[in-house]
């Protein structure tokens, strides 16, 4: 897709978002207005009323694709948002509910009932199905398994079992399998009884009667050979497999590398249970990606931007209570200097340069390193190779900004030794950052933990208290 297409998408999404907004603004008024009056028909026209905004709403809603509401539903308020999600059809209502973010779809789900939201998840396919079971209440769930047939059942029970960041938990069960001793004849016959192949289907699974997995059949290969030549004679025997319990991370990593569309999942025995296709990965990839985002920023979890103020409180306070702890002990580190700024004001207008630019440079370090450890490239043993390296960054960095905001200070204040101390404590904290943008979350690493999580925060108490403590602690031992 062009980027001039992409641009167009956007905008029509804003427009069709802008006109939800204003037929709901439009709704509100006249509700509004006719609520006032105390008319004889004050019922009816309010009936009316009601009726014609919110059919206008359903037509505009009707005919987007299931990822467009749910970007429409996210924009909403919770108020207009249930008003919205009223009028999407009972059809649509599983397909939406897997593309909303996880805060919107727990306030969705509270807002139906029982046999709603199992009429809504019988529309999805079973992969999906394991996709939103963790938020259904477990009621909903009985039903459900009730309503599925034995197979679907097991499948289900499969998909559920799997921890989240694995390969089971991502696999689609939609498959097309064929044999090694059948014609391509006979595999295009057979094809043609679908009425439409599964998504994403660039390859066949051969199988044997016992469904163990013998190779794969391109389809670019079946429709440019002879109908009269045999699977077995065509099928590829050298193609990538992921197992159930691999690391979705991993399977992402082998689509990118080898620009997979779909790849075969195999069990211990080499039965083949079921295949991950690019679509999903995708989708991994980008939740992994804010989930990242949100942990280095010290969140728990995704938030509903309409959330509750007490919701949104849970959800931010932990970090923040270790930034409230972090920044009081920058501010006893100021605090023990306060005799050398009282006698040199300059050094409390120029150590939040020093602070600044050292949570900067600790920023990009950590962020370098959070991102080699998620394409595994960075192993914990790397960590003094990777030390030294941007340690050398740091002091040609410091040396060259620190320089040259030493010569500002110098040209300000007219003192030498200001901006040398400036020049000094700007490297010093560089390299401090540095030290702590490798060591934070190869520690993390190593002892198992999520390398991003309040990774930003910590770096910035670092370098804070660290700069304060480098620039006064230089400014008073060589300039008073």
Do not use: C
């Not at 004679?233 to 990593?253: C, G, N, R, S, W």
């Not at 999903?280 to 938030?303: H, M, N, P, W, Y």
């Not at 200097?337 to 990009?364: D, H, R, Y």
């Not at 991003?452 to 910590?458: D, I, K, L, R």
């Amino acid at each position: 897709m062009s980027e001039e297409t992409q641009l167009s998408d956007t905008e029509d999404l804003q427009e069709r978002l802008a006109e939800v907004q204003t037929l709901l603004a439009r709704h509100r008024l006249v509700e509004d207005l006719v609520h006032r009056q105390d008319t004889p028909r004050h019922d009816l026209v309010e009936d009316l009323v009601h009726k014609q905004h919110l059919s206008e709403l359903q037509k505009k809603l009707e005919p987007m694709h299931p990822a467009d509401i749910a970007y429409i539903l996210e924009a909403l308020p919770p108020d207009e948002r249930l008003i919205a999600w009223e009028l999407v059809k009972a059809e649509r209502e599983g397909e939406i509910l897997l593309e909303v973010s996880d805060a919107v779809r727990e306030s969705l789900i509270e807002s139906m009932g029982r046999n709603e939201l199992v009429a809504a998840a019988e529309t999805l396919d079973t992969d999906e199905l394991a996709d939103l079971a963790p938020d259904l209440p477990q009621e909903v769930i009985a039903d459900l398994f009730q309503s599925l047939s034995v197979e679907e059942r097991e499948q289900l029970r499969a998909a559920m079992s799997y921890p989240e960041d694995s390969v089971g938990a991502i696999m689609d069960f939609d498959m097309v399998t064929v044999r090694e001793d059948v014609t391509l004849e006979v595999v295009l016959r057979y094809l043609r009884r679908f009425d439409e192949l599964p998504d994403h289907t660039d390859q066949l699974f051969v199988v044997d009667r016992d469904e163990h997995l013998k190779g794969v059949l391109p389809l670019n290969v079946l429709l440019v050979n002879e109908v009269d030549m045999e699977v077995g004679a065509l099928m590829q025997t050298d193609y990538i497999e992921l197992e159930p319990d691999d690391f979705a991370e991993e399977a992402a990593k082998a689509f990118e590398r080898y620009d997979l569309v779909s790849a075969p999942v195999v069990d211990p025995d080499h039965k083949l249970i079921g295949r991950v296709t690019v679509n999903t990965v995708v989708d991994f990839i980008r939740e992994e990606a804010e989930s990242e985002q949100l942990a280095k920023a010290g969140l728990r979890e995704e938030e509903d931007i309409f959330a509750s103020v007490w919701d949104s409180v849970k959800n931010r306070w932990s970090w923040l209570a270790i930034n409230l702890v972090t920044a009081f002990v920058a501010s006893r580190v100021i605090g023990a200097f306060e005799g050398s700024i009282e006698k040199l004001v300059a050094l409390a207008a120029l150590m939040p340069i020093v602070a600044g630019i050292g949570g900067n440079s600790g920023n990009q370090t950590i962020t370098m390193i959070v991102r080699a450890v998620a394409m595994g490239q960075v192993q914990p043993d790397a960590t003094r190779r990777l030390l030294r390296k941007e340690l050398g960054v740091s002091l040609i960095n410091g040396l060259i900004w620190g320089g040259l905001l030493g010569l500002i200070a110098w040209w300000l204040y007219g003192s030498v030794k200001l901006g040398l101390v400036m020049t000094g404590a700007m490297t010093l904290n560089l390299m401090l950052a540095a030290s702590a943008g490798v060591a934070i979350p190869l520690m993390r690493l190593r002892f198992g933990a999520d390398p991003a999580v309040g990774s930003s925060v910590m770096i910035t108490a670092l370098t804070d208290s660290g700069g304060f403590f480098i620039f006064l602690g230089l400014a008073t031992l060589f300039l008073m």
